[in-house]
């Protein structure tokens, strides 16, 4: 498998990585009621009233079930995952069910890592079809980063820069937003590089070769691309 659809993440960046998805992706019931007891050990569990949807939680070796919440219980797994560190094995185990990918502990790529978890992407056959829902429905305006702002001056590219509000401080841009129509500080209605193909139900990116590193990370899994309802396959 070509080493970038594997990403390791030391345990630390695995734990951030649980914490991002979870704040995220706001309605996982399904999987934090899987979650809860590896976190928490046999015989906990949660529960969701189908009427009310009110959600109940116990602990291992409670006996009481104490009401919650979907973001009380997102609380107390990272805040029980952040106070006892799990093994890789533990950790790899958890964030399989956490990013619905293949993960394995092991050690870093490079001799002096410390052990972490590897993550299989499973983005190695994606293929996108062009629909744009990415384009047209994703807020991305805050995801343009300096590095993407200074790639465009030095290509020349005044005709994107044109599209990015920026913030500086000392005359050095420090943070930017993307689409800003120009000569005001409105966002664009959509993305101003977004056309028709000739097939009227595709999609084609005008800066494809250079656009934002945002849009060329989308969808960074299987996972993101389901929740976020993108059309590739
Ligand atoms: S820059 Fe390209 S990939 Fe990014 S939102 Fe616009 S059209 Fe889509
Ligand atoms: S939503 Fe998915 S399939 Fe549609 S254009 Fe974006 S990446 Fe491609």
Redesign the pocket.
Known sequence: MPEKERLFLTVDEALDAVRCDFAQYASQFNLLSVIWPMVFGDGAYVLRDAHSRSIWAKMSGNTKLIPSSEADLKQRIMDCLDRYTPGPQHLARICSRVFGAHVEAGPGPIADTTSGIWIDTGMEDFV????????LTLNYHDGCSVGDYQRWQDLGRTDILDWVGTIRQKGQVTACRIWVTPGTSDFAETCPWLARSPDPNR?VCTIHDVRPTICRQ??GSRKH?RM?????V
Do not use: F, L, V
């Open positions: 996108c079809n062009q629909c744009g829902r990415c384009c999609y989308y969808p691309a976020t309802e993108c059309g590739g």
